[in-house]
């Protein structure tokens, strides 16, 4: 295997940048701003294999100095955000059981809505209020334009449906319990117009 080569001067300025904007722009309230920026194609599903691979640089050995600890208090401010979820949200979740459950890890909480329509409303309501809400998957992986070919012309229409009906919640360690009050209350509220 070849040796990756160091990071260019201009890489590390990149790196600096993304972790500073990362830093911000994951706080819900503040996800309208790269959502509203067309090139960024937040939500798409890409497929590059030559994408270019360098060492380590000491900005990024800086980051994750002390990274057990730091990945620690993550998943705990996780796991309170995953409960939250899944007490406040049993008639809608993906998998439902019986008994004392056990909060899986998860980087994001999906929800099944059940309806397309619904979902792209409460995207939108979200995306206004700053709320941080977003598609499981934007469309199945047949659909990925550089490796569709590998399916032969296939359709997955149940694939397809769940794309259209599945949303993520939230919960990282920027979601605040207001914030969760209002993605509940947003969800209730469509919950009503979808009965109605």
């Not at 904007?21 to 706080?27: E, G, P, Q």
């Not at 008639?91 to 329509?117: A, E």
């Not at 206004?128 to 359709?155: C, K, M, V, W």
Request: hydrophobic content about 40%.
């Amino acid at each position: 295997m070849e040796r990756l080569p160091s990071c260019s001067a201009m890489r590390i300025v990149n790196q600096f940048f993304y972790a500073l904007a990362l830093l911000f722009l994951l706080r819900p309230k503040f996800f309208w701003l790269p959502s509203a920026i067309p090139f960024l194609r937040l939500g798409e599903t890409r497929f590059d294999p030559n994408f270019q691979m360098c060492k380590l640089s000491i900005f990024q050995a800086g980051l994750i100095r002390d990274v057990r600890n730091k990945l620690s208090k993550f998943r705990s401010q996780r796991q309170v955000n995953i409960k939250f979820w899944y007490e406040n949200l049993q008639n809608h979740l993906v998998k439902k059981g019986s008994g004392k459950q056990l909060l899986p890890d998860l980087l994001r909480f999906p929800l099944h809505i059940g309806n397309s329509r619904i979902v792209e409303l409460i995207l939108g309501q979200s995306a206004r209020l700053g709320l941080g809400l977003a598609r499981t998957y934007p469309n199945t992986i047949h659909s990925i334009l550089e490796i569709e070919a590998q399916f032969d012309g296939q359709d997955f229409p149940r694939a397809r449906r769940a794309a259209q009906e599945l949303l993520t919640l939230p919960v990282h360690d920027f979601i605040t319990p207001r914030d969760r009050e209002l993605i509940i209350n947003l969800l209730v509220d469509e919950g009503e117009g979808k009965r109605q």
